[in-house]
């Protein structure tokens, strides 16, 4: 199994610019989440499904979006990147609505300048 | 707003010596989860606890999630150069994970 697959990796944008960050997961999860890892912060919840076609904010949503058309697929989209948005982002998968163990993806560093 | 606080930020420790990591809530948890980071790498799992004042062991890790289901301890036995990494506690209200800011571990041989 491939589990959590984020895409891509790195990624620098010039402020102003737009992506979209990608993830799937192949274990049938309900619920998938984005987090940003700033250095001294932990994770910080952006946006979160707990099932397709259902999504709600986290903690900071400010200047992302995110969509759930099917249970695999959870991308987020930065719609005019900001230097404050430079971080590393993860996403994460569980069964059960988030009460039972997350699994991470790789992550994505992404900086903007 | 919710927040998790988790203290020490840092902890050097020589090999063998015990390590403690704490996290505090501001409101009532639904459950905490444990997570540890390698550097470079992506939280992984390491446990769940659910009931008030649960107590869960793992070889030389205990967990304890406390009485009024608002704070949590990680403790390590005899740490080894392999539990060298961060610590992260992540508490459960409704829906949403509140991650406190972890514990950067480091095990000198």
């Known amino acids: ?113 | 707003g919710q927040q998790v606080m988790q203290i020490p930020q840092y902890q050097h420790v020589q090999e063998g010596e015990d390590f403690t990591t704490y996290c505090n809530s501001s409101t009532t948890l639904s459950n905490i989860q444990w997570y540890k980071q390698r550097p470079g790498g992506h939280p992984v799992f390491l446990i769940q606890l659910v009931k008030s004042g649960e107590v869960k062991k793992q070889k030389r890790l205990t967990f304890q999630f406390g009485e009024a289901k608002k704070n949590s301890s990680l403790h390590i036995t005899a740490t080894q150069t392999t539990d060298v990494g961060t610590y992260f506690c992540a508490g459960r209200n409704f829906n949403k994970f509140y991650f406190g800011s972890g514990t950067k571990l480091n095990v000198k041989p």
């Open chain 1, 1 to 113: 199994n491939a589990g959590v697959t984020q895409t891509p990796k790195f990624q620098v944008l010039k402020t102003g610019q737009s992506m979209t960050l990608q993830c799937a997961q192949d274990m049938n999860h309900e619920y998938m989440s984005w987090y940003r890892q700033d250095p001294g912060m932990g994770l910080r919840l952006i946006h979160y499904s707990v099932g397709a076609g259902i999504t709600d904010q986290g903690e900071v949503p400010n200047g992302y979006n995110v969509s759930r058309s099917t249970t695999e697929d959870f991308p987020l989209r930065l719609l005019s990147a900001a230097p404050s948005q430079t971080s590393v982002y993860f996403c994460a998968s569980s069964r059960q609505g988030g009460g039972t163990e997350a699994f991470f993806g790789q992550g994505t560093r992404l900086t903007v300048v």
